[in-house]
């Protein structure tokens, strides 16, 4: 496995994920190094069944809350209860704890894939909130950021080609990026973005089923 190829064809995408979690470039740049070192070092033990992307994901996000641990074991200070752990949980419950409103969760996600593993976090910029789903072949990653002054767009613009659809009143913007779908669109008081490797059909019904269409 070439995995000079896999550092160029996906450290933009786990730079962008860690960003969506720390907020801060010059962690996520650290972060998704260190993610990717230490994906060098298992690559032998990745057998191929999960998507790579979604592997590396679980590394970066393991990575960056282990760091954050340590950071408040270094400064004597307790972990930040606005950080929820890495596990999976009921959504629902999660959007309660966190006073998050809105329509930001699926209805017709695949039979295939099985409680997501959520987080969240809430700090000066506003709330974050992410859902994971991940099968043996596929993912849907779902990322909302609270819309706010503080707050810059993570959402990347790009050459490649877009094509938009309307549903409920909202513009989507799609579009594919090596293998990849990708959906950004503004849902109320949230910026949101979705991408996955399932079908480009099946995973636009998943978006639109966020409004119960």
């Known amino acids: 496995m070439d995995f000079d190829l896999i550092y160029k064809q996906y450290f933009r995408d786990v730079f962008l994920y860690l960003r969506s979690l720390s907020a801060n470039e010059d962690i996520a740049e650290e972060i998704a190094q ?25 590394i970066a996000k393991n990575t960056y809350f282990t760091d954050c641990k ?14 929820a752990a890495p596990q999976s949980v009921f959504v629902e419950q999660m959007l309660n704890d966190f006073g998050i409103k809105g329509q930001l969760i699926p209805t017709a996600v695949p039979e295939e894939f099985g409680v997501p593993t959520c987080w969240a976090s809430c700090d000066e910029s506003g709330l974050k909130l992410e859902i994971l789903y991940q099968s043996s ?3 849907i990653y779902l990322w909302y950021m609270q819309i706010s002054k503080k707050n810059e767009s993570a959402v990347e613009k790009n050459d490649r080609a877009v094509t938009s659809w309307d549903f409920e009143g909202i513009k989507h913007y ?6 990849i779908q ?32």
């Open 70 to 83: 340590r950071q408040n074991l270094f400064s004597g200070e307790e972990p930040s209860e606005n950080i």
């Open 174 to 179: 799609q579009l594919a990026d090596n293998g």
């Open 34 to 58: 260190k993610t990717f070192a230490k994906a060098l070092k298992a690559i032998d033990s990745y057998d191929g069944q999960k998507d790579i992307r979604a592997w590396l994901f679980t």
């Open 137 to 139: 072949e596929h993912y």
């Open 182 to 213: 990708k959906v950004a669109w503004a849902n109320g008081a949230f910026e949101c973005l979705a991408q996955s490797n399932i079908e480009s059909d099946v995973f636009r019904q998943v978006v639109e089923s966020i409004y119960g269409g």
